[in-house]
């Protein structure tokens, strides 16, 4: 099932990560569903209203401080929006070198 490698992909990565706590995995799994369920989209685009609920994530902070870290330690690509009315933008990076 080629579909589950980035998971597999993500928790190979994460297994030695001590940065990355449960919260990280929940939401990095959540993106996952929400991309398949989506037909695969790159980008993947979604405001955080519709992937907190799904992730268990209640406050904004959490979910922003959580994709940010996703992003910053490698395992995503985020673009926030800043706007009300725009998507954010994240693409998933399944273990890929990245010229960034």
């Given at each position: 099932m080629e579909f589950c490698?980035?998971?597999?992909?993500?928790?190979?990565?994460?297994k030695n990560d001590p940065r990355i706590s449960i919260t990280h995995i929940g939401l990095f799994a959540?993106?996952?569903?929400?991309w398949q369920t989506r037909g695969f989209p790159v980008p993947l685009c979604a405001y955080a209203h519709e992937i907190m609920p799904m992730a268990k994530i209640l406050a904004n902070t959490t979910y922003h401080r959580c994709i940010r870290d996703l992003h910053d330690f490698g395992y995503i690509i985020y673009q926030p929006s800043y706007k009300r009315n725009e998507r954010s933008r994240i693409i998933l990076k399944c273990g890929e070198k990245s010229d960034e």
């Open positions: 490698k980035p998971l597999s992909v993500f928790f190979g990565a994460v959540t993106i996952l569903e929400y």
